[in-house]
């Protein structure tokens, strides 16, 4: 049992939020026995990096006033000896323990206190308030603080708050409290731990939402209770972590039949909502290919730049074949180009990238080996390009027709088959009874996301239904070759 008699209060200043970026500025610690101040210290510190304005503003620390202060790695050593023996508190303690971990790990020191957060100790011990800044409790029990937004005046004001909080709920109440956060240390200090023993350990997605119902992230996992409690044990580690423990007030789950169904829902649920701190899986409004017919003929032909999405759905399943690379833009499919041009020695009269006839210009600096002019034989050149296009090309559909990936969740009872047609996702049933009803030839986008999902997904071991014999598959090259000739021509 931890020893709660032996208190050391700490507060942080720093130059900003992200611990494995920003710096520590000024630090001060109040140590208490049995309610009663023993000793306290406080120092600048020198964070080698500039404080923004507004954070001068706010605190008060100038640039001038730490220019001679010690380093945070020559203060450790006294750090060290305040905390020894004693329960590091701090009000909102996940933010200043960030900065000390990051702190201790660069001098190579483990950081190994027992920790008590008193906005999660002020939530839990008065749930009939809903805000518990630092302010609010200054203002709500009347707490002497000199010196707002400074090291020693917020270090000050929490032990005035604990001996509040004894004597409200008495000392035995209050340290019990205490133990119940060294079970639940991870939780982000505006979540109720209640939510996690709701949470289920099984496939699904998990969204996080900020305090006014902002939707801030939505992940995915087999499963959602340990994904989520990792995101929260590694926060120090990464500011991104940092940040949305920070601002998390609630979290919802969706269990799904399996992973490949969180998958798909996560995708969906980015590209739909937004989140804050998803930056992949966004939505794509158009989806640009190098189409190449790669015939082998005397006449070279060039590539042509289509928006895929813009074609019908069996286009898009017939173009497949003679398909390079995916982009957001025409000019990401340029840029592709140009890159090959170089690397591979092509010619850019070929490549639609110059106008004209004769020599192109890289013939002229000895780029081009010739096939502009007559000096490289067509079939050659069209080996060559299409060796050099092999890399991006778009893979072939591995089956004769559409497929269904089946899912069953045993534990929540949930099934799911999601169909599949050449990388292009048809929609789902939960059961095979449906399938005799399922439009087929229902308009759908192709998606960078969800093609690489497939493919990813396709080497795993999934319960595979083919479902050729009723899904109108393009089947002949014939047809393949006419249907994508005639959509781009129109």
Known sequence: MID????????????????????????????TLDGLVTDKWQSLVSPDT?????????????????????????LIPTIIKMFEGHVVVAHNARFDVSFLRNAFK???????????????????????FKVHNLDSIIKRFGLTCEARHRAMG???????????????????????????????????????????????????????????????????????????ISHFSSDHRHDREMRMAQQVHNIEWIVTAGEFSALILESELVKSRSPLFNRLLRKQKTLFTLYWE????????????????????ESKKASLKNTYGLYKGRRGANESLRKLKDEHNLCAIQLGLEKGKGPCFAYQLK????????????????????????????KGWPYRGAIGIKEYNEESDISCIHIISHWLYLGNVSN??????????????????????????????????TLENIDNTLDSDSDSDSAIANAIKN
């Open 294 to 313: 790669n015939d082998l003929k005397d006449n070279v032909s060039a590539p042509k730049i289509i928006d895929i999405n813009s074609l019908s759905t």
């Open 106 to 128: 660069q001098y190579g020191v483990e950081f190994k206190y027992p920790i008590v957060c008193t906005v999660k100790l002020s939530r839990k011990m008065y749930p009939q």
């Open 50 to 74: 500039y404080i923004p304005l507004m954070i001068q503003k706010l605190t008060g620390i100038t640039p001038e006033m730490v220019a001679d202060a010690p380093t945070i790695d020559e």
């Open 432 to 465: 095979e009874s449906e399938l005799a009803g399922f439009d087929f030839n229902t308009m759908v986008k192709l998606d960078t996301d969800f093609y690489k999902i497939c493919i990813s997904q396709l080497q795993k071991n999934h319960t595979l239904i």
């Open 367 to 394: 780029k081009c080996k010739g096939v502009c002019c007559g000096k490289e034989n067509p079939l050659i050149y069209q080996m060559r390009m299409q060796q050099a296009l092999a890399p991006i090309k778009i």
């Open 154 to 228: 917020d270090a000050e004001a929490l032990p005035q708050l604990v001996s509040r909080m004894i004597d409200d709920f008495n000392e035995k109440n209050v340290f019990a409290a205490m133990q119940l956060q060294q079970k639940l240390s991870s939780i982000p200090p505006h979540l109720n731990p209640k939510l996690f023993d709701k949470m289920p350990n099984e496939p699904g997605v998990y969204l996080f939402y900020g305090e006014g119902g902002d939707l801030l992230y939505v992940g995915k996992s087999v499963k959602i209770r340990a994904r989520v």
């Open 4 to 31: 709660f008699s032996r208190l050391v209060y700490v507060d942080l200043e720093t130059t900003g939020g992200k611990p494995t970026r920003d710096s520590i500025t000024e630090i001060a610690i109040v140590q």
